[in-house]
């Protein structure tokens, strides 16, 4: 157990952000938009956590809270430092939701996060050579000299030229912009990223480039990932562990193989027969949800996920299910866990 | 990064060829501005009532006026008075607006940022000239007071402009990823946030010199901004005018020249455009 | 069964303030009546130029410099290339005969309009019937999209509806004058799998209950494999590849496509392999100046590929492929 304890990077506790819905002359808070709802999970030294979700699941506002760039409402995020950093924190294992904010600059220098649109995450008036400087400059790392070397280590580390370096980011493909982006990550040598839908906004041949690239940098610098994505056969093979998000709760939560041969929980049962499978001859027979995403700022009673669910019965209308762990610890939030037979990815 | 700034300020000149007029024209008046009354070809305060109301000829370009003053000489001297109104001006009312707006926008959302917004929206709700007048009725009348007055005016303009830019340059990406690689918030506001914004600026300075000039002539027209014997042109207007039925061409001269500089400024304000948004084509 | 829309070198160009680039670079297309054609590329291949190619809306500084869009119907051949854009012509066709689904529903509607008076406003442009009867033909329509609740949420703005539903308000809106083609540029693209499921169901019931040809453009092969009974696959404003749609899962002859496939996430179980990728990165329109546009990219490139442009010829019963490894 203890063993166990030593090996995680990472763990977040009863993470909430809440938005407030304000209305009227005085602005007064009428209700709550409740994006992230109490999720919980830990992730190992080098490993590779995904979190899946469709639009308004939460997982970005999940993966923004975690490195404070949205300060959570609630919760505690513990982490355990690997550089020395030299905080006015002493010790190594932090709560992130407890740091000043100079502790947390500080901190910026081993967690790291890597945008979905990588052109709006760049200033349009700062070169290559100025965006990959920055996290050097910021964080004091310019009295060396070898900056020059450093920087010509990160292009090739990323699958760039030396003479990309003058030029700016409007001028190069989506797939290149995305490389600059992780090489910037990827600079101060992190030990944690989280990458929200990195590969989203690319073109199909170019997400399986970075797809390998994120592979590779895992390997050649032990980095520890919390990848965020829609697509589903991209967190397939990219996580250890996946966890299944549903109106700012995780819903469902499994090693890899589990997850996918044996799922416990509805939604990932209809995500998983959702995805169109590039083979026209396959049988095709769909479990098509009823409805719509219900809103995040009103969701249903109960188990959120009941108005959708074919399985659903009386007491998912009236109380949210418990978690229930099974082997290799698989946590499902649903009544009827045990007892349900789903249909696992083909 | 100065360097590309500068290259596409020029950039820009050069595409938009008439902005290229319009900054020849500028030029001139700055010339005239800071040497104008080392050219005069006579004193400009100097009365000769034997000579009134001459038509332009060849010992007074631009003819005389209602007391036989060389006109030339006295736009010549009126363009170094507007030169000295619109930069003091200009300083007061873009600095001290800009430098306002900025902090405001960048302040976090609490009730006071709210409070302060809204005080500025309802001084916005006065038209310019009249703040413009208002402040110098207060002061009293002199030029001084009148470049105070339009300075003043100038500011919740600014205000509310950047502190708007500022606040949404600050939700954006770029700005959310410098936080993310560790950056403070002074070195945001000047590397990242100002130079994108500093196009904005430029404009909108642009603009206001124009604005400017027409607000110092209207109030010596009105008598609370240049006192004579000042060759304020906005004051010659006012003087020329007055003897419209006797000298009608008294008010060409003062007029033409306000319309060259205004002119002068919206033009390179086109060319400015390309500077503003060169990157995201 | 003859083709309802003929395309025979297309070239579109657009004039940029510095250059020219060819959008769309010699293209040859067949679409058969009552089919769903499945165009797959990626960004730039000129897919989006090519529908609105078709229906005559493509932007300036575009223009069609080549070719013929001939469309069959009632008997008779007419250019759509030769048809002024603005013309009353034109306008009859579009929305009636041919119809246009987008990618964007939040942005291809009226946001001050409701989705209501919007498809009454397609039935009133096209047929000559009076409001009521409008007004029943668009709640019909909405039935048969499975728009939920039409009678109550006929009068919503695009606003309060979410994604999913606003892609069916854009079907409906284009199906309800029985248009003949119906163009689907990337319609599910920016929906969550799940809602995109539904769509496409209904897509798949609409080709069957109107007997509406459907051309299907999108990037996403699962999808293809789904919908389309043939599929093109464009490369730089150039098809490379035509074939029905079991040829190409099972037998794709074009490197791209076969680059394309084995690309793709799903198909790569084994998760301690790196995926299989196509190096490089896709070029500018007219950016490869000779030869094929996919040389620098190919893992099969030969010499003859950077001097001599392949052209798109069949290389079996129902294949074209554009390669010199086959011609």
């Known amino acids: 157990m203890k063993k166990e304890k030593e090996n995680i990077l990472i763990e977040v506790n009863g993470l909430k952000k809440y938005f407030p819905i304000k209305k009227g002359i005085f602005q007064q808070t009428v209700g709550q938009i409740k994006a992230v709802d109490n999720i919980n999970f830990k992730i190992k030294f080098g490993e590779t956590l995904g979190l899946v979700g469709e639009s308004g699941c939460g997982k970005s506002t999940a993966g923004k809270s975690i490195l404070r760039l949205i300060e959570p409402t609630e919760g505690n995020i513990k982490y355990n430092i690997n550089k020395s950093l030299q905080l006015d924190q002493k010790f190594s294992k932090i709560d992130i939701t407890k740091l000043t904010s100079k502790d947390l600059r500080k901190l910026r220098q081993e967690i790291q996060y890597i945008f979905q649109d990588p052109y709006s995450s760049f200033n349009p008036r700062k070169n290559v050579e100025s965006i990959l400087s920055e996290p050097f400059i910021i964080h004091g790392f310019i009295h060396n000299n070898d900056l020059k070397t450093k920087i010509h280590n990160l292009l090739s580390d990323v699958g760039l030229k030396p003479d990309h370096l003058k030029r700016f980011p409007h001028e190069f493909s989506g797939g ?56 589903l056969s991209v967190i397939k093979y990219i996580s250890d562990t996946v966890a299944v998000m549903y109106l700012g709760k995780i819903v469902e939560m499994a090693n890899n193989e589990n997850l996918f041969s044996n799922p ?83 | 990064m100065k360097d590309s700034l500068l290259k596409l300020l020029i950039k820009g000149f050069l595409k938009r060829k008439i902005s290229l007029v319009g900054l020849v024209i500028f030029l001139f008046f700055i010339f005239c501005g800071i040497f104008g009354s080392y050219l005069t070809p006579y004193d400009p305060y100097k009365t000769k009532f034997s000579n009134r109301y001459e038509l332009p000829n060849n010992k007074n370009l631009f003819g005389t006026d209602w007391a036989g003053r060389d006109v030339l000489s006295r736009v010549l001297v009126g363009a170094g008075i507007t030169l000295k109104i619109s930069i003091l001006a200009l300083c007061i009312g873009s ?27 309802i001084l916005l709700t006065f038209p310019f000239l009249v703040l413009a007048i208002l402040i110098s009725a207060l002061l009293g009348s002199s030029l001084n007071n009148a470049i105070i007055a339009i300075g003043i005016s100038r500011i919740p303009r600014y205000v509310r402009i950047f502190s708007l830019v500022v606040n949404s340059e600050k939700n954006k990406n770029y700005v959310i990823s410098a936080i993310s690689i560790g950056a403070s918030n002074m070195r945001i506001l000047f590397y990242h946030i100002l130079p994108n914004i500093l196009p904005i600026f430029l404009v909108n300075t642009v603009l206001f010199f124009a604005l400017t000039i027409i607000a110092e002539a209207t109030l010596s027209f009105i008598g609370i901004g240049a006192q004579p014997p000042l060759p304020s042109w906005g004051l010659m207007i006012r003087q020329a005018s007055e003897n419209m039925l006797v000298y009608p061409f008294g008010v060409i001269p003062p007029s033409i020249a306000i319309l060259l500089v205004v002119l002068s400024a919206n033009l390179m304000s086109d060319g400015l455009r390309e500077f503003m948004d060169p990157k995201l084509r | 069964m003859y083709n309802l829309i003929d395309i025979s070198s297309l070239h579109v160009d657009f004039h940029l303030e510095e250059s020219i680039v060819p959008a ?31 229906m005559g809306l493509i932007p300036s500084p575009g223009k069609i410099t080549n070719g013929k869009i001939l469309f069959n119907h009632n008997n008779s051949e007419i250019d759509l290339t030769k048809i002024d854009s603005n013309s009353q012509l034109m306008r009859n066709i579009r929305g009636n005969k041919i119809s246009m689904i987008f990618q964007e529903p939040m942005t291809s509607l009226n946001p ?190 030969m010499s003859r590929c950077k001097k001599e442009e392949p052209l798109l010829l069949n290389s079996s019963k129902n294949q074209k492929v554009s390669c010199f490894l086959y011609n």
């Open chain 1, 176 to 231: 290149q912009r995305q490389r600059i982006g992780i090489a910037r990550a990827i600079a101060l040598k992190p030990s944690f990223i989280v990458a929200d839908e990195p590969v989203s906004s690319l073109d199909v041949s170019i997400q399986s480039q970075i797809i390998n690239l994120f592979k590779t940098l895992q390997d050649k610098y032990q980095l520890t990932y919390l990848f965020i994505s829609h697509d």
């Open chain 1, 264 to 346: 416990r929980h509805p939604y990932t049962e209809s995500l998983m027969s959702a995805i169109p499978v590039p083979n026209p001859k396959h049988n095709d027979d769909q479990i098509l949800l009823k409805g719509d995403v219900p809103s995040p700022s009103n969701p249903p009673t109960g188990c959120y996920f009941h108005p959708r669910c074919k399985y659903a019965k009386e007491i998912c209308k009236n109380e949210y299910p418990p978690l229930q762990i099974y082997d290799n610890n698989h946590h499902v939030f649903c009544h009827f866990s045990s007892s349900l037979q789903l249909r696992p990815l083909l």
């Open chain 2, 95 to 121: 600095v001290i607006g800009g430098i306002l707006g900025i902090i405001i926008g960048f302040m976090k959302n609490s009730l006071l940022k709210m409070l302060i917004i809204q005080i500025n929206d």
């Open chain 3, 24 to 54: 769309i670079n010699g293209i040859d297309l067949a679409v058969k009546r009552e089919k769903i054609l499945g165009i797959v590329g990626e960004s730039g291949c000129g897919k989006s130029v090519l529908a609105l190619s078709i």
């Open chain 3, 112 to 301: 001050v309009f409701n989705i209501g008076d919007q498809i009454i406003e397609t039935i009133r442009l096209h047929q000559k019937v009076n409001y009521s009867v409008s007004k029943q033909r668009t709640l019909k329509i909405l039935n048969e999209v499975g728009f939920p609740d039409p009678a109550t949420r006929i009068f919503d703005y695009p606003h309060q509806l979410s994604g999913g539903m606003l892609q069916r308000v854009m079907i409906a809106m284009a199906l309800v004058c029985k248009p003949l083609l119906l163009i689907a540029d990337e319609p599910t693209t920016a929906l969550d799998v799940t809602i995109q499921a539904q769509v496409l169901k209904l897509m798949n019931e609409i080709k069957l209950r109107f007997k509406t040809t459907i051309i299907f453009i999108t990037h996403d092969l699962g999808v293809i494999a789904k919908m389309a009974d043939e599929v093109a696959i464009m490369y730089v404003g150039k098809i490379v590849e035509h074939a029905p749609v079991n040829e190409i899962f099972s037998n794709p002859k074009h490197p791209y496509t076969i680059g394309l496939l084995q690309s793709m996430p799903t198909l790569n179980r084994q998760r301690n392999k790196p995926l299989s990728t196509i190096k490089g990165n896709v070029p500018n329109p007219g950016e490869i100046k000779s030869g094929c546009n996919f040389y620098p990219r190919c893992p099969k490139v």
